[in-house]
């Protein structure tokens, strides 16, 4: 009889389990924002080391050719005591044992495999195989089937996923009889058996009541279990995070949830330093939780604002400065421009700003950091200013998901899709300022990177203006518009710098162009560069080894589109203005009344910051008084043949 019993134990095994490792639930798409996508592996056995296996994720669009575009190595890693293993996003609870960013899950037509294997086997773009394949599922989110797929992967069916927002489904695995397993669509259930039964887990979630604190404030961190425990359950958190340590915060994380009871508390109390540190981000984390209890969530961010951060002597673009940053341009840096005009005029400034020799071209990754300093907020250094919302935002809230809300990114002022470059794989590296491309004019794809025409913005912004040329696109409502020569400046740089890119009158459709440059134009000519312009252009100066030199000269652009098209540009033309350029103005914000420090007569135009005349002054040394309603005005200021234009507000 014992003989039997183990003859049939043997039988059901073998027939059950013909691999190692299958796929026991999937769901690749929480609808709407992608959010909690997880797939769930089983091991024969509990506790199961994975090492050498691991997953790889392939493409079945018509761009994706059945090929694999994400492949996760599974070593290191060990099934729990269900023989569970979960890979997810942070949306996922109970928490995944491998975490994964959101939304990188295809939808469908597409397909998943285990595979015995080295990652190396699977560089990106390599074709769907059945080569040491231990398990796979073919899915969709009610696609037509794909047929190529199925047969590469060796499946039959493919299944689809039929979430919805109110009434989210993954693919679940159930073994219905000795021989037979099959798979439908539940609510997800991960970390646990599809069909309720094995071990019971008890989840521990992390919760505090804000998410952003100053420093030298308290805030509370509430443990809770899902069951009552029954016996004391000790376990530790921790805080740290990259610079933030126990140096930052006291308050205690050793912890217990009494017997009977299923919650605890901890206060935290954050040190209130004297160090600039920048805003820092808490993390939140279980670091020795033992089965049966796992994570619920994990990884909680809690912002911490340091009070410490400094300010620029210079002011925003909402509240203008001039002169006070110089530029570190060489002394002959536009020389070679003397004497010329026109076509000869602009092939001279292009061989300037794209010298294969000097130049250097950097990763779209090494952006961001030339943003977080050349877009600083000159009000409080642990925020960038973004360009067309004229505000401060913390410098870690950069967006690194589909979520862009209250996120900065990197804006194009030439957008890619018109301007024909885009990303490649190196792009994806943050190497530093010491490793560069060698580039010129004819390298186009280094647009993409080009920190001139990249500014810190808004995500949701960002998006809002998608491709549209400037004229059709005049920034949110309600702004000053401080952005506008700025953006004017960085696209006509990009004509000059880039062979293939022109800024022309309109709004057209071909790849190269982006209009309108009448409104660019205007643009340049009623917002002037000011500090803020001059240091951005100082500091990618010192990574990419050239210049916007319509910040540094902004009356070329006259010579190359404007007025002056045909003249011969002398260096030496433009000292006047440069000697307007240390005209000094104050108070600004003003009540009305502008003091001037100026040794000669100057003429005063105020316009508003359309363009519009709105009053003038004659032979001004001293003050005047503005009776204007309360916003942004421009001042023109003439002296003998030179002009300048300043900003100021009026409160």
């Known amino acids: 009889m014992k003989s039997l019993l183990f003859f049939t134990l043997i039988v059901f095994t073998t027939l059950a389990w013909s691999q190692v490792l299958v796929i026991n639930e999937f769901d690749p798409d929480s609808p709407s924002t992608d959010t909690a996508e997880f797939i769930e592996i089983k091991s024969e056995i509990p506790n199961f080391s994975t090492d050498g296996y691991i997953l790889v994720f392939f493409n079945g669009s018509s761009n994706g050719a059945d ?14 005591n269900n023989g569970l293993l979960v890979i997810g996003s942070e949306g996922v609870s109970p928490f995944p044992q491998i975490l994964i960013s959101e939304n990188v899950i295809q939808n469908g037509a597409d397909a998943v495999g285990i ?75 991960p970390r646990r058996e599809n069909d309720g039964s094995g071990i019971a887990i008890n989840p521990i979630s992390i919760s505090v009541t804000e998410i952003l604190y100053d420093e ?30 126990a140096a930052d915060f006291t308050g205690n994380t050793s912890l217990t949830i009494s017997n009977g009871s299923n919650t605890t508390s901890t206060t935290i109390n954050l040190v209130d330093d004297a160090e600039d540190e920048g805003d820092e981000v808490i993390q939140l984390q279980f670091t020795d939780l033992v089965e049966p209890f796992v994570p619920s969530n994990n990884f909680v961010e809690v912002r911490v604002v340091d009070n410490d951060f400094t300010m620029a002597p210079w002011g925003t673009p909402i509240n203008p400065t001039v002169g006070i940053v110089q530029s570190t341009q060489p002394n002959d840096y536009y020389n070679s421009l003397n004497g010329l005009a026109a076509a000869d005029l602009r092939q001279a400034l292009q061989d300037i700003v794209a010298d294969p020799v000097t130049v250097r071209a950097q990763t779209y990754a090494d952006v961001i950091d030339i943003l977080l300093e050349a877009d600083q907020n000159p009000e409080n250094s642990n925020q960038v200013w973004l360009v067309y919302k004229e505000e401060g935002r913390p410098k870690l809230d950069l967006q690194t998901s589909s979520d862009n809300s209250g996120k900065w990114n990197r804006e194009h002022t030439f957008p890619r899709s018109r301007g024909g470059f885009n990303d490649i794989e190196e792009d994806e590296i943050a ?47 309600g702004t000053l518009g401080s952005f506008r020569g700025d953006v004017a400046r960085s696209v ?58 319509f910040i540094d000269e902004p009356l070329l652009v006259e010579y190359i589109w404007g007025n002056n098209v045909g003249e ?42 359309e363009g519009k005349a709105l009053k003038r002054y004659y032979n001004v040394q001293g003050y005047i008084d503005i009776d204007l309603a309360s916003g942004l005005y421009l001042l023109k200021i003439t002296q003998k043949n030179a002009a300048v234009f300043r900003k100021v507000v009026i409160n």
């Open 67 to 80: 090929s694999s575009y994400l492949v996760i190595d599974l070593s290191g890693y060990i099934t729990d």
């Open 115 to 189: 595979y015995e294997a080295s990652v190396n086997d699977f560089p990106e773009g390599t074709l769907a195989t059945q080569t040491n394949l231990i398990d796979a599922l073919v899915y969709g989110t009610n696609d037509a089937e794909d047929t190529m797929l199925l047969s590469l992967m060796g499946e039959t069916i493919q299944y689809n996923d039929n979430g919805t927002n109110a009434n989210p489904r993954s693919i679940q695995r159930f073994v219905d009889t000795m021989d037979n397993e099959t798979f439908t669509t539940a609510t997800p259930t």
């Open 216 to 245: 030298g404030s308290s805030f509370n961190v509430v443990l809770t279990s899902e069951s009552i425990v029954t016996s004391d359950l000790n376990f530790t958190i921790s805080l740290n995070n990259f610079g933030f340590n």
């Open 431 to 477: 190497d530093g300022i010491e490793v560069f491309w060698t580039t010129e004019a004819d390298s186009l794809r280094h647009g993409n990177s080009d920190a001139h025409a990249l500014r810190a913005a808004d995500a949701a912004e960002n998006s809002s203006r998608g491709n549209q040329h400037y004229g059709q696109y005049v920034g949110p409502n």
């Open 492 to 549: 006509l740089y990009m004509e000059i710098r880039y062979n293939g890119l022109e800024v022309v009158n309109g709004f057209p459709n071909t790849t190269g162009q982006l209009g309108d440059l009448e409104t660019l134009l205007d643009w340049h000519r009623n917002d002037p560069p000011d500090d803020f312009e001059m240091n951005r252009n100082n500091v990618i100066y010192n990574w990419q080894f050239n210049r916007n030199p």
């Open 568 to 609: 011969v540009w002398d260096q030496s033309l433009n000292l006047n203005e440069s000697e307007l350029q240390h005209i000094s103005i104050h108070p600004n914000p003003t009540a009305g009344k502008l003091y001037f420090k100026t040794s000669d007569l100057v003429n005063i135009e105020v316009l508003s910051i």
